[in-house]
Nanobody, 127 residues
Framework: VQLVESGGGLVQAGGSLRLSCATS????????IGWFRQAPGKAREGVSC????????YYRDLVKGRFTVTADAARNTVYLEMNSLQPEDTAVYYC?????????????????????WGQGTQVTVSS
């Protein structure tokens, strides 16, 4: 199983980035792919998720309207489009795969539910 993030970098406040999560080694359509982030000195937090089965998306309130998660089933790849970035969005961003199930709307940001993780990609937003 592999999840490989890419697309991180340095951007000015108000700018945009598009992260990619290329996956392999598991049944893509049985899993939800979540995006998490961890800033220095802070706990890892879930920000968004998409069900590869039916395309349902989930967002934490702090990114609603700014971040968009999409999936390309043909490429087994999930994207996180991030707009209107702010310095507080600075973090290492991880994608993770977890078996999709009921009540995922309440569980999508719970890291222990995810089985597989990528290595992370750094996003830095300058003020």
């Amino acid at each position: 199983v592999q999840l490989v993030e890419s697309g991180g970098g340095l951007v000015q406040a108000g700018g945009s980035l598009r992260l990619s999560c290329a996956t392999s080694g598991f049944s893509f359509d049985e899993y939800a792919i979540g995006w998490f982030r961890q800033a220095p000195g802070k706990a890892r937090e879930g920000v968004s998720c998409i069900s590869s089965l039916d395309g349902t998306t989930y967002y934490r309130d702090l990114v609603k309207g700014r971040f968009t998660v999409t999936a390309d089933a043909a490429r087994n790849t999930v994207y996180l489009e991030m707009n209107s970035l702010q310095p507080e969005d600075t973090a290492v961003y991880y994608c993770a795969a977890g078996l999709y199930g009921s009540s995922w709307d309440q569980l999508f940001d719970k890291a222990p539910l995810y089985d597989y993780w990528g290595q992370g990609t750094q996003v830095t937003v300058s003020s």
